[in-house]
């Protein structure tokens, strides 16, 4: 008996492309190039997430 395989394809986050999840290192991006702009937009703080300004705490405050 033969079995049928299906093969998953995800669209990527960034650009759309539809791609392979299976063998592929930068999953759920299509390629390195969209892995890295994302990453880079995160660097960047283009993602937020909404909420209250919260002031980092000064060193030895915490007590």
Same mark, same amino acid.
């Given at each position: 008996m033969v079995e049928k395989v299906k093969i998953l394809k995800v669209r990527c986050p960034r650009c759309g492309t539809r791609g392979g999840w299976e063998g592929n290192p930068n999953r759920p991006f299509c390629s390195e190039k969209c892995r890295l702009i994302?990453?880079?937009?995160?660097? !960047? @703080?283009?993602?937020?997430?909404?909420?209250?300004?919260?002031?980092? !705490? @000064?060193p030895g405050s915490g007590e």
């Open positions: 994302d990453l880079g937009r995160w660097a !960047e @703080e283009d993602y937020r997430i909404p909420g209250e300004r919260v002031e980092p !705490e @000064e």
